[in-house]
Nanobody
C-alpha cells in the first residue's frame, strides 16, 4: 500500500499548458508502472497516459497523443504529465495510479492505488 498525491491542476485558456505531478510514498511506486486517467462530469473515467517503471515505455490515448507527455523521476518518486495545446474537452479531474505490474498499461483494472485527483479546467 502507499499514497499518491497529485498537484498542478488549475484553470488555463485553450492552447495553454499545464504540468501535473504525482508524488508517491510507501510501497506503491517502486517497481510499478504509473498511469494518468481523467474523469469529466457525467462521463466515465478514461485512460490518458502510462509509463513503465523503467521509463522506457510509454503509451497514450489517441486523444492526447502528440500533445501530452508522461515522464518519471524515480529518485524523486514522482511522475509528471506535461499537457500542451490544451483543449476545452481536456477539462476533467486527473488521477494518477500505480499499476500492478512494471509495464505501461491502459487498463484501469490493473491499477491498485489511486490519488485523490486534481482539477484541470480549460476555457475556450
Amino acid at each position: 500500500q502507499g499514497q499518491l498525491v497529485e498537484s498542478g491542476g488549475g484553470l488555463v485558456q485553450a492552447g495553454g499548458s499545464l504540468r501535473l505531478s504525482c508524488v508517491a510514498s510507501g510501497r506503491t511506486f517502486r517497481g510499478y508502472g504509473t498511469g494518468w486517467f481523467r474523469q469529466a462530469p457525467g462521463k466515465e473515467r478514461e485512460f490518458v497516459a502510462a509509463i513503465s517503471w523503467s521509463g522506457g515505455s510509454t503509451t497514450y490515448a489517441d486523444s492526447v497523443k502528440g500533445r501530452f507527455t508522461i515522464s518519471r523521476d524515480n529518485v524523486k518518486t514522482t511522475v509528471y504529465l506535461q499537457m500542451n495545446s490544451l483543449k476545452p474537452e481536456d477539462t476533467a479531474v486527473y488521477y494518477c495510479a500505480s499499476s500492478d505490474t512494471a509495464i505501461a498499461t491502459m487498463y484501469g483494472n490493473l491499477y491498485h492505488d489511486w490519488g485523490q485527483g486534481t482539477q484541470v479546467t480549460v476555457s475556450s
